[in-house]
Nanobody, 121 residues
Framework: QVQLVESGGGLVQAGGSLRLSCAAP????????VGWFRQAPGKEREFVAC????????SYADAVKGRFTISRDNAKNSVNLQLKRMSPEDTAVYYC??????????????WGQGPQVTLYS
């Protein structure tokens, strides 16, 4: 069982930046890829980005491509999501999920608690 702990959510001005982190003991040894998903009020959970175990492969949703960057540090058992040039449409609860790779939530059996990210103008 992988216990994911996220940090870094909060209130951000439109156009600003934020970094979300996700850590779990043994995450590197698990061999899991990690994905970030988000859910805005009244909307379905949607894929944001993912990274494979080694960090050599990443994938992004079109809505965040060029603005968000996912990375991982296996020495620290952590995965980060850097959010830049944020817009009100990025307001959501962001979930870190461990599993395999790709945009399907079913690929990730382990989820974190989901920090809230809120944009203001």
């Amino acid at each position: 069982q992988v216990q994911l702990v996220e940090s870094g959510g909060g209130l951000v001005q439109a156009g600003g930046s934020l970094r979300l982190s996700c850590a779990a003991p043994g995450l590197a040894a698990s061999g899991y890829g990690v994905g970030w998903f988000r859910q805005a009020p009244g909307k379905e959970r949607e894929f944001v980005a993912c990274i494979n175990w080694s960090g050599g492969y990443t994938s992004y949703a079109d809505a965040v491509k060029g603005r968000f960057t996912i990375s991982r540090d296996n020495a620290k058992n952590s995965v980060n999501l850097q959010l830049k040039r944020m817009s009100p449409e990025d307001t959501a609860v962001y979930y870190c999920e461990a599993g395999s790779f790709g945009p399907l939530a079913n690929n990730y059996p382990h989820w974190g608690q989901g920090p809230q990210v809120t944009l203001y103008s």
